[in-house]
């Protein structure tokens, strides 16, 4: 068996006993390094499993095992212990060395020191079990050397990456949290690494080699390309990136923890099961688990509507606290009257999130967003290609769709066939944000009587012809009904009668779409048209 496995066996040891100092104790007593099968079976037997089992874990035959631990081992304890020699029983170990157990998880001594910047502190966590286990497995028994934490806004990446490093803090020399909210530019983040390090302004790499250090990058799509497919950095930050690749490619023995609402691209490119560098896509909260946060925040178990508010907001923490202030506020804290009442209205912060992050992407990735809004259910590449009139075969529109997928805006689905369509908390911000562009669009067209600044509604039809019937009556409710409202109130507004209107923009129809779009608004007379919006 190869020492690192070894090296890796019961690690729950680690957190109930001072290991460190055991075992600089017993190599005092020993006068020699203990061997890293002594220190196994040591963690071993201080979890409580039988000699047996551990010779079995370590693939020793029980025999072989207990003659190494008594001419070893053994000896040593009775000695720190103060017991005589011979008398140790596997079973009362633990008890000798209690002097060893930390008294308590939360007073285990702080010895690594944190350097935690602009990190928050988290007082109320709740779930993310699997997840912590996970992200402990790959960093401290796996030893990967770029972890990486994705997935969209709110939805607790660095509340969970915060509970991770006070967990695993104790097996690094120091830890340093940086975030690149403010575009912090690469030089910055290593000078003040280097102050807090006091190296002596070698290279991070080196540093990296000769000692275990966590460093924590969040925020990190702060510094990629605004307006881009996803992955690219902004100009003065490709630094970032060859860093990146440098540490998840060479070997040494600490570890780089990214958290990011976009899948940095030279993650992907690095990672893989069996390789040192991998990446969690972090979903929303167990259901149990946001319950007992909602339950925090003043609701009682019984109130109705606690799973659909749930599953509406796709455990999403700070979309449930958002609006969970507003149910307090506006709702009395009756959730359902809020799911009856709210099926378009989001928390203002909330969509602010969202906002943030709409307004980095590209013009291509928005018009895919909307297509899918409008759309409102899983559509297939071809389809979509198809809707938005892309003739071309080329790789723009599946590179968009990716960009989007790890941007978190929008889900995969592959039942029998891969369709897309949008996170649901997305969809209610990208159909609002589509009606306030129409909205700009027909404010401007009844100013000017002109249709020349039409973009959304020369390109997006406000109902689709050939949906379902359902998501028609869906369109029309959500969609145009609001629209035409908004035509009509600035018609009467502007004291213009609809059917002036009509003749000026008749002849300034040019493509079919528009004129659908039209005859929907009411601003072109369609007799053919059996679309009632009433
Ligand atoms: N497991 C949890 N239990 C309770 N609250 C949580 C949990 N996870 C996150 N939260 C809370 O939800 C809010 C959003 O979490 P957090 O800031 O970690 O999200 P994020 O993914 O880092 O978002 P952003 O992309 O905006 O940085 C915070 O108020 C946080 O404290
Ligand atoms: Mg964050």
């Known amino acids: 068996m190869v020492a690192d496995s070894v090296d890796n066996i019961f690690p729950e040891a680690l957190q109930e006993w001072d290991l460190a100092r055991l075992y600089a104790d017993l190599e005092r007593i020993s006068t020699k390094e203990l061997k890293p099968i002594e220190k196994a079976c040591l963690r071993g037997l201080l979890c409580r499993y039988r000699p047996g089992q551990i010779a079995y874990k370590l693939s020793w035959t029980s025999g072989a095992l207990r003659v190494e631990l008594n001419k070893g081992l053994y000896r040593y304890v009775e000695a720190l212990a103060n017991q005589p020699p011979n008398t140790l029983r596997w ?210 178990p019984q109130t109705s509507g606690i799973e659909e508010l749930i599953q509406q907001y796709r455990g999403n923490p700070s979309a449930l606290k958002i609006v969970a202030l507003t149910i307090h506020e506006l709702f009395n804290g009756n959730i359902a009257e809020f799911l009856r009442q709210t099926s378009l209205n989001l928390g203002d912060v909330l969509r602010s999130l969202l906002y943030e992050q709409f307004s980095r992407i590209s013009d291509l990735e928005k018009d895919v967003l909307y297509w899918l809004a409008l759309k409102r259910r899983p559509i297939e590449l071809t389809e979509l290609r198809q809707d938005m009139e892309i003739t071309t075969t080329g790789s723009e529109l599946l590179d968009a769709l990716e960009s989007l997928r790890w941007r978190s805006l929008i889900e995969k689905t592959t039942d029998t066939q891969v369709k897309f369509m949008l996170e649901p908390v997305v969809m209610k911000y990208v159909n609002q944000k589509l009606i306030d562009e129409v909205n700009k669009e027909v404010t401007l067209m009844i100013q000017t009587k002109s249709l020349a600044h039409t973009y959304f509604l020369q390109h997006f039809p406000l109902v689709e012809d050939e949906a379902p019937d359902n998501i028609r009556a869906v369109q029309i409710r959500l969609m145009l009904k609001p629209i035409k409202d908004r035509v009509n109130q600035l018609l009467s507004k502007t004291k213009t009668p609809m059917e002036e209107l009509q003749k000026i923009i008749k002849d300034q129809i040019t493509t079919e779409r528009l004129e659908n779009n039209m005859v929907l608004l009411g601003l072109r007379l369609d007799t053919q048209s059996e679309l009632s919006t009433t």
């Not at 935690?116 to 790959?138: C, H, I, K, N, S």
């Not at 690149?180 to 540093?207: C, Y």
Request: proline share 4%; charged share 25%; glycine share 8%.
């Open 91 to 300: 079973e009362k170990i633990s008890e000798w060395l209690s002097q060893y157990r930390y008294p308590d998880r939360r007073s285990v001594p702080q010895t690594t020191p944190i350097d935690w910047g602009e990190a928050p502190e988290v007082p109320q966590f709740f779930g993310r079990r699997d997840e912590l286990q996970t992200l402990e497995q790959w960093i401290i028994h796996d030893r990967c050397r770029v972890v990486g934490i994705w997935g969209m806004g709110g939805i607790g990446k660095t509340a969970l990456a915060v509970k991770l490093v006070e967990k695993i803090s104790h097996h690094f020399q120091l830890v340093f949290w940086r975030s690149l909210r403010h575009v912090l530019p690469l030089a910055q983040v290593i000078e003040e690494w280097n102050q807090t390090v006091k190296n002596d302004r070698g290279q991070l790499i080196d540093a990296f080699r000769n000692q275990r250090y966590l460093l924590v990058i969040d925020d990190f799509e702060a510094i990629l390309q605004d307006g881009e497919l996803s992955g690219s950095y902004r100009p003065s930050c490709e630094s970032y990136g060859n860093l990146i690749h440098r540490l998840g490619a060479e070997r040494h023995q600490s570890c780089v923890l990214i958290l990011s609402r976009e899948h940095p691209k030279e993650l992907l490119l690095l990672q893989g099961e069996d390789l040192p560098v991998r990446s969690l896509k972090l979903k929303g909260m167990q259901t149990q688990d946001a319950k007992e946060l909602l339950l925090s925040k003043g609701f009682n």
